[in-house]
Structure formats: structure tokens, C-alpha cells
């Protein structure tokens, strides 16, 4: 049996036999990167040393038991009182011999697991490594290296990523020492940012064992790939430096020790621009060779550069651009809000929305507004929604603005009359028909036979229609908003008593499209619950193979998931899709770059499982709870007024309760047409991807229109170099600008300040204090750890009783508000999504702060006051929970841009009208 190669016998391949360095090691030789020469003892040597010494079921016990570290001390003791079978130390003699290296010559000695260094499981650091070893040392050296497979950090990290221990072995990397006189390490894609276009490389003097481990200063340098040469550098002062300890080849082991660095070399480059670029140039080649950035560790010696380990990079981040800071407007002669249509962008816009967006939403905006005004109130270029730094933003003219809000007043009569296809009946008659009919139009199409130029049109006409529909659901809001408001201030002026329920008790317990979709959910659950090996099989099973099995259904034997009965997971599959068909349209942001419920299942499975484990309220019951209270209080109040203020009530309470319900039936069905939309766009990125022009189908969102509508009619491979670089420079720019907080509006001056900042979003710069303040939408006091959710891809971290935090909300995060003890946004006022489900639930919501899900942190312990419309960050660990349920808050009148300047003259004119009766 071998139990030795040497690395010129061995590629990456050789894994199992080799481990993860060994066989690195040995690729980067066989491919003629300049590596000193070593040899690998083989984890067949490591297993017959145990055996041979009647270890293998004793480190077994010992590593399954109690302390890891109890259990680390104990297994090298063994270790090292065993024995080296004869065989293995005369294939490990001759190896030396097979080197070459003269009588003086050291050796490293590493650890090479077979989990090691792989793509997925960084295991560096793991198990131990030994410099400067002399052959006298190396059985020893090389019997620790074994032992360190079982040290308590390799056996704590295996435990955490659930990396089993079965048929786990070591093989161990002999190499010859070089002295270098400048070591360190080269990642070849910048680790800080994942910038893949640079190269990050630090050093310092002396070994480089130091350097890998953190132990001295570094000089640090981002160098351009394509150029080799330093985008900036950072010389630190090395005061110390790793070099070989003294000791014979006799009478110690060797190893390393810590030296001052002379005072003259202590703030000097260790590499000059030469050296760095020779350097960098290797880095760029080794790269190529495995086809993944490689953090690489180097040594120069004499002249020289030498490898002694590259390795993918593990948890590299997706490449991302600087942060914006400049705020120019494109415009200067007039406003910016981030509002309206903007809550549901809370990110940068994908490249190809961002195209079509602004045009679609200033055509059907300018179109409702000329109708509602009947004249030339809004002029061509008034109204748009560009893009400052990927954000979206309402731009509104300046004379545009005056002159609407002049002629508000008749505007809002013609949405109570339903005018010109607006206001609520406007919506049911016209809006939503017409909508739901272009989707049912197009869903009877079939793709694959539609050209290019047919697809995109369909893009066109789908992102139209939505746009269309959005803003005749602007046309209901004001309406509901008007409605609730001025109930609630009649109630409050001319009908309330102590010890009544606030306002918001006779407009609860409605039915709305997301209440619908959460009972649907529910019901599911319920049904699922009655079968509880299926359960069982679904709470077990992790969310994404789930997902992956439902898109399975019906494709013959490989449907399903483990532990479900095939005939029972047929049948909730179908229930499931069933769900999907009519709720899957919510929309978590409305850039079709956003997968919906109806692609990406996830989110909903999490509230699932959520409902399987018996946590959560039924939203049946909370409902008729709910119901039957408004209508008991309806009844109290009734009895007691005098014929005058029961006629008002009755006629403001019925406006409110026939209009309020409406807005969240209205907002829910926006994304109507989404999941067709992608589907379109998706199939054109196919046909796109074939054609060699993109890199992948959903690439396409990053394409300005202009290059998909040359692609429309001539799908040339000659495109594709071109527009798969500038994909992911877009791609990388917005990830970039996703880590600003833009600003709420723009331009920051103060007379727009005065005149709207009560209806924006808290500012940023303001809140810098252990409080941070926001509109107090849905009352009451809870004290509970945060969860900062950035989107449907974190739902399943979700826990019962957490504090929701998130940029926004919209209807597709309605059943996450059943496990939030509280939510806390950065966007979002007192007519939001959010607060209204968070009434309609009965806890806090603070909205609007501009900066919750940038100073909070998931577990954080927070203290959320929906009254008083503020966070405490800065809590006591011991401080007992604190909780009560939503009451009415007090929330700032919102001054609207040019609705809600006619809110809040139309609800007063109405209350003194009421008050003069």
C-alpha cells in the first residue's frame, strides 16, 4: 500500500486521499506555479495508525461526548503515545530523501483535511500547522498534525455546519521551508467589497505564519487586476517580524519566534511596486487556472516568489460599488418625495424598470390628474418618477404643484362621485376589469410561439397596465383616508365618552384581500395539521426542498418530500397552488426584479410551518372578535345619541366602513400581472441567454430598454461580451447604492421642510440618539428583541413575539404581522399598509424613522411606543417585558403634497359643518 506521493503525483482530484491542501498543492505543481517541493502523507496513513494503535473507537467516544475541550486533551495524549507503524515511516524517509534537500533543510508540516479548502467550508485554521520542523522532528510534528483533526475548534466548527465526522481523515503536507525575507497573502478578488476586478494583498517581513493569523501588522495594497498595479496601499508600522528559532537539527523540534523589526525597516514598503505587480500578475494566473478567486498564501526568498497553499475563497461577497452621497437632483425647479408608489421601493431599481417605470407612471399619473382636474392643471414634464442614485423619487414641478393643489377641491368631488373612472366606484367598475382583463388576455398566450418584438411589447403593456392601476387606486386612498379621518373626528368632538373604544373600534373585523389570503393560509394549515405524518414531513423539511418539490408535482416517482405520503402530498400540493393562483400576486417590492409568492413559494411556507407548530392567533376568530365588538359599541353608541348626531354618525361611520376597506383590497391586487410579467421577461432572458447576449435569463432586469429592443429583432452573439461586462458593473452599483439611506426629500430646503416634512419619514441625521422617532400609527407598548428582515428571503427568520423591523411592507408581508409582537419601518405613514395591519392586529407600530433597519440589529432588545411614535434602543436585559394592546395613537397631521392639503381642509369643512348642525 502508498502512503506517500509527492505533489508532482498528485491533482485536484485527489481530495479523499490527498485533503483539500494536498491536492491544491499538488494542481498548482503539475500546472508549473513556482511551489517548494514537498510530498503528502495520505489519510490511509492516518487511518492505519489508528488502527494499528487500537484508536479508532476511542476517539469516537471521546469526540461524541461532553467537553470538546475535555476531549481535545485527552485524544492527543493518545495520539501522541501511539505509534508510527514501520511501513509508513520508511515511505516517509525515502520521501525526504525524493526531495533533494540538503542536511540543513526544514520542513513545514500541515494538516490537509478532506473537508478542507473547499468552495463551500472554510476550514483554515482548523487544524494545526508547524514550521521550520527538522527531520529529526517530523513524526512527532506530523502525529499532533493528525491529532489536531480532533482539536475543540475543529470539532465546534464541524458541529455548527453540520459536517458529520464519519469517514472523516487527515492526510499531512510535508514541504520544504523557505526562509522568506517578505511573506504573506493575496486574495485575487477583494474580500472587504468582492470587488472581482481587485486584488487585495498584504505583508510583512519575515514567515508568513504571522500574517495568515492576524499576529503583526501588515502593509496592505488593492491592486487593479487587469493592470497589476496599486489602486492604494497602506504601509503600517511593522514592529515585529516571525522568523525561524534557533535549535539543531538534534537537539529541537525548531519552529518560530517573534523579533523586533529594525527601527529602519519598521515603516518601509515590504514590496516594492515591482515586486507587487510580479506578485499580482501570478495571483491573476492562478485564478485562471482553478476558474475561482483564490486567497493564496507566498513567500519571497531570494528574488522569488513560491506558493505554499491557495485555496478558494470562502464567503465572498457579492461585488458592490461605493455608497452615494451626492444627492444632486436631475431638476432643480421642483420637489422629490420618496412616497406614494415609492413605499413599495424601498431599494434601487433594477436597471431595466428604473427604463420603463418613469415614462409608464408619468403617463398614467398625468392622464388621471388631467381627468380629475378637466383641464390643464397638470402640464406635460409636471409629474415624473426618476431615479437619483437608483432611488425612486416623485419629481412634481414646482408650478405643476401650485397649480394642482389650487384646483384640488373639485378634484375631490369628482373621486367622491367616481368621476372619470375614479374613487372607489371608478375602481370596481373600471379600473380592476380592465386590469384583470389584460392579464386573463395575455396568460392565454403562449410564449414560446411570440417573437421577440412581441414579448417585449407585452412587457410594455403588462408594466402599463399595472401603472394605469396603481394610479386609480390613488384615486381610493384619499377617499378612504378622508373618511377615516373625518369619522374619527366627529366621533372624538361630538360622540365619544370616557370609557369608550377609540374610533378605530368601528372600522376593524372587515374582510380585505389580505386578511382573505392569511385565512387561506391558515385553513391549510389547519387541514394539513388533521395528517400528521404529513405535518410532520413539512415541519421537518428544510423550506427551500419544499419549494423545490412543489415545482415537482405531477413530473412522475421524484415528487415530494421525505417522510409524506405520495398520494396526501399530492393532494396538498394542490391545495397549496390553489392558494397560489389567487393570493401569489403580493408583491414584497414592486420592481419586477423581486420574485412574487407565485415564483418563490418561501416566505409563505415559513408562515406555514409558522401556523403547523400551533403558534399565531386564528385569524377567523381574531376576526369575528373583532366584528362582533364594532358592532356591540355600534349599538352603545347608537342608543344614546340624539336623533342629529345619530344621523351623522350613521352616514360617517357608513362612508368609512364602505370606503376603508376598499384601499387594502385595492393595494393588494397591483402586482395583478406580475407573476405573468417575469414570466415574460424571463422568457425573452432565455432566448437572450442562448443567444450568448446576457449571461443568464434573469440578467435581462439589468439591460437598459434601448439594448432590449436592438435585441428584439437580432439576437447577436457579437453583444454578448459587452452587455454581460456592463450587467455586472450595474449589478455591482446597485448593491452599492443599496447601502445608502437616501434621503426622504429632495431638494433638502427649508420651505419644503416646513410645508410637507410632517407627512415624510423622520430624518436621517436626526436620529443619532438612543431614541429614534417615526409616526406612532397603531398605539400601545412593547418591549421584545428586534428582527430586521430585509425581504421574503429572510421571512424564516421570523420568530413568534419579535419586533418586525423592515424598510417597508406591503400586503405580501401581511402574515408575518402574526408572529410580530410590534413593527418598526423606515418608511410609512399613519394611512400605510403597515399601520393598518398592525391595527387590525392589535400592536404597536412605529413607521417613518428613515433609519430603523440601519441602527437596530436582529435580537437587539428594543422598547417600541406606537403612542408615542418612538423606539429605545438602549434597553436593560433585565427589564421585564413590556406589552399592552394597539390603541388610537397620536398621529402628526399629514400635509400631503396636494392630497393632503385637501384632506385636511375637506375634513374640517365637514366637522364644522357638523358642528354648526
Same mark, same amino acid.
Given at each position: ?95 525526504? #530523501? ?42 512527532? =510534528? ?150 475561482? @478567486? ?17 485555496? @478558494? ?23 422629490? /418625495? ?70 384640488? @377641491? ?76 373625518? /369619522? ?20 376593524? +373585523? ?177 432566448? #437572450? ?105 429572510? /421571512? ?53 424613522? =428613515? ?17 408615542? +411614535? ?10 421585564? @417585558? ?36
Amino acid at each position: 500500500m502508498v502512503f506517500t506521493q509527492r505533489f508532482e503525483e498528485i491533482d485536484g482530484g485527489d481530495v479523499a486521499s490527498a485533503g483539500g491542501k494536498g491536492a491544491n498543492l499538488g494542481e498548482l505543481t503539475r500546472a508549473g506555479f513556482p511551489v517548494p517541493p514537498g510530498f503528502v502523507i495520505l489519510t490511509n496513513a492516518y487511518v492505519a495508525f489508528l488502527e494499528s494503535n487500537g484508536l479508532t473507537a476511542r476517539v469516537a467516544e471521546l469526540a461524541g461526548g461532553g467537553s470538546s475541550d475535555d476531549a481535545e486533551r485527552e485524544i492527543r495524549a493518545l495520539f501522541r503515545s501511539g505509534v508510527v507503524p514501520e511501513g509508513i515511516s520508511e515511505e516517509i524517509q525515502a520521501a525526504l #530523501l525524493s526531495l533533494g534537500a540538503g542536511p540543513e533543510a526544514t520542513f513545514a508540516v500541515r494538516s490537509s483535511a478532506t473537508a478542507e479548502d473547499l468552495a463551500d467550508a472554510s476550514f483554515a485554521g482548523q487544524q494545526d500547522t508547524y514550521l521550520n520542523i527538522h527531520p529529526a522532528g517530523l513524526e512527532g =510534528a506530523i502525529k499532533d498534525c493528525w491529532a489536531s483533526l480532533w482539536t475543540a475548534r475543529a470539532m465546534d466548527y464541524r458541529a455548527r455546519r453540520a459536517i458529520g465526522t464519519e469517514g472523516l481523515s487527515l492526510a499531512v503536507v510535508i514541504q520544504v521551508m523557505v526562509e522568506s525575507e517578505v511573506s504573506g497573502v493575496m486574495f485575487t478578488a477583494n474580500p472587504r467589497t468582492g470587488r472581482r476586478e481587485e486584488i487585495m494583498v498584504s505583508a510583512a517581513w519575515g514567515l508568513g505564519e504571522s500574517v495568515v493569523s492576524g499576529a503583526v501588522s501588515t502593509d496592505d495594497y488593492v491592486v487593479d487586476k487587469s493592470s497589476a498595479k496599486a489602486k492604494s496601499s497602506f504601509i503600517a508600522d511593522k514592529d515585529v517580524m516571525t522568523v525561524y528559532a534557533t535549535g539543531t537539527p538534534d537537539s529541537t523540534p525548531g519552529g518560530t519566534a517573534e523579533h523586533p523589526v529594525p527601527d529602519a525597516q519598521r515603516r518601509r514598503a515590504a514590496l516594492d511596486d515591482e515586486q507587487l505587480t510580479q506578485l499580482s500578475a501570478l495571483g491573476k494566473e492562478i485564478e485562471d487556472h482553478f476558474g475561482a @478567486p483564490q486567497d493564496i498564501e507566498w513567500a519571497l526568498a531570494s528574488g522569488h516568489v513560491h506558493v505554499v497553499q491557495s485555496r @478558494p475563497i470562502t464567503a465572498l461577497p457579492e461585488p458592490a460599488g461605493d455608497a452615494p452621497t451626492d444627492w444632486t437632483v436631475p431638476y432643480p425647479d421642483g420637489l422629490y /418625495f420618496r412616497a406614494s408608489i415609492v413605499e413599495q421601493l424601498p431599494d434601487p431599481l433594477s436597471t431595466l424598470f428604473a427604463d420603463m417605470i418613469d415614462g409608464s407612471v408619468s403617463k398614467s399619473i398625468t392622464k388621471l390628474l388631467g381627468e380629475a382636474f378637466k383641464g390643464k392643471a397638470v402640464r406635460e414634464g409636471d409629474v415624473a418618477l426618476p431615479t437619483i442614485n437608483g432611488y425612486a423619487y416623485y419629481y412634481y414641478r414646482n408650478s405643476g404643484m401650485w397649480r394642482v393643489m389650487a384646483k384640488f @377641491p373639485g378634484a375631490m368631488v369628482s373621486l367622491a362621485r367616481g368621476q372619470a373612472h375614479m374613487g372607489v366606484q371608478g375602481w370596481r367598475e373600471y379600473s380592476h376589469p380592465l386590469y384583470a382583463k389584460l392579464v386573463r388576455d395575455w396568460s392565454a398566450k403562449n410564449l414560446s410561439e411570440l417573437s421577440n418584438a412581441e414579448l417585449f411589447d407585452g412587457v410594455s403593456q403588462l408594466l402599463d397596465g399595472g401603472t394605469v392601476y396603481y394610479t386609480a387606486v390613488q384615486s381610493v386612498i384619499p377617499l378612504a383616508a378622508t373618511s377615516e379621518i373625518v /369619522f374619527g373626528r366627529y366621533y372624538e368632538t361630538f360622540v365619544r365618552r370616557a370609557g369608550d373604544p377609540p374610533a378605530l373600534t368601528f372600522l376593524l +373585523g372587515f374582510d380585505s384581500e389580505p386578511i382573505r389570503a392569511e385565512k387561506s393560509l391558515y385553513d391549510l394549515a389547519t387541514w394539513t395539521r388533521k395528517h400528521p405524518g404529513l405535518a410532520g414531513a413539512i415541519t421537518s423539511a428544510p423550506i427551500q426542498a419544499i419549494a423545490r418539490a412543489l415545482t415537482r408535482t405531477g413530473e412522475g416517482s421524484d415528487v415530494g418530500i421525505p417522510g409524506a405520503d405520495p398520494e396526501l402530498w399530492q393532494e396538498w400540493s394542490a391545495k397549496f397552488h390553489t392558494h397560489l393562483d389567487r393570493y401569489g400576486h403580493a408583491v414584497f417590492n414592486l420592481d419586477f426584479l423581486n420574485p412574487v409568492p407565485a415564483d418563490d413559494p418561501s416566505p409563505l411556507l415559513s408562515t406555514l410551518k409558522f401556523y403547523l407548530r400551533g403558534q399565531g392567533n386564528n385569524p377567523h376568530e381574531r376576526q369575528e372578535k373583532a366584528k362582533n365588538r364594532r358592532e356591540e359599541q355600534t349599538r352603545i353608541v347608537r342608543r344614546r345619541l340624539d336623533p342629529a348626531r345619530r344621523a351623522a354618525f350613521d352616514r360617517l361611520l357608513g362612508w368609512a366602513q364602505a370606503t376603508v376597506p376598499v384601499r387594502e383590497d385595492a393595494l393588494a391586487d397591483i402586482g395583478l400581472a406580475w407573476p405573468l410579467l417575469r414570466r415574460v421577461l424571463l422568457e425573452l432572458g432565455r432566448r #437572450l441567454t442562448e443567444a450568448g447576449v446576457i449571461a443568464a435569463p434573469d440578467d435581462v432586469f439589468w439591460l437598459r430598454t434601448q439594448e432590449v429592443t436592438a435585441a428584439r429583432t437580432s439576437l447577436a452573439g457579437s453583444l454578448a461580451d459587452s452587455l454581460a461586462d456592463a450587467v455586472e458593473q450595474r449589478k455591482m452599483a446597485w448593491r452599492g447604492q443599496r447601502k445608502a439611506n437616501p434621503p426622504q426629500m429632495l431638494p433638502e430646503i427649508t420651505w419644503a421642510n416646513r410645508a410637507f416634512g410632517s407627512m415624510m419619514p423622520a430624518n436621517s441625521r436626526e436620529q443619532s440618539g438612543d431614541t429614534i422617532t417615526g409616526v406612532g400609527a397603531s398605539g400601545g407598548k412593547v418591549t421584545a428583541p428586534a428582527r430586521v428582515l430585509g425581504g421574503p428571503a429572510d /421571512f424564516d427568520r421570523m420568530e413568534p413575539g419579535d419586533v418586525l423591523v423592515a424598510r417597508m411592507t406591503t400586503p405580501a408581508w401581511t402574515s408575518l404581522f402574526a408572529m410580530a409582537s410590534a413593527v418598526v419601518t423606515d418608511v410609512g405613514g399613519p394611512l400605510s399598509h403597515s399601520s393598518i395591519v398592525a391595527r387590525e392586529y392589535g400592536i404597536p407600530a412605529v413607521l417613518g424613522t =428613515a433609519v430603523a433597519t440601519s441602527r437596530i440589529e436582529s435580537g437587539q432588545l428594543i422598547r417600541v411606543d406606537g403612542d408615542a +411614535g418612538t423606539v429605545t434602543l438602549k434597553i436593560d436585559a433585565q427589564e421585564p @417585558p413590556e406589552a399592552s394592546s394597539a390603541r388610537p395613537s397620536k398621529v402628526r397631521t399629514a400635509v400631503g403634497i396636494a392630497m393632503g392639503a385637501a384632506l385636511a381642509a375637506g375634513g374640517v369643512a365637514v366637522v364644522r359643518r357638523l358642528r354648526r348642525r
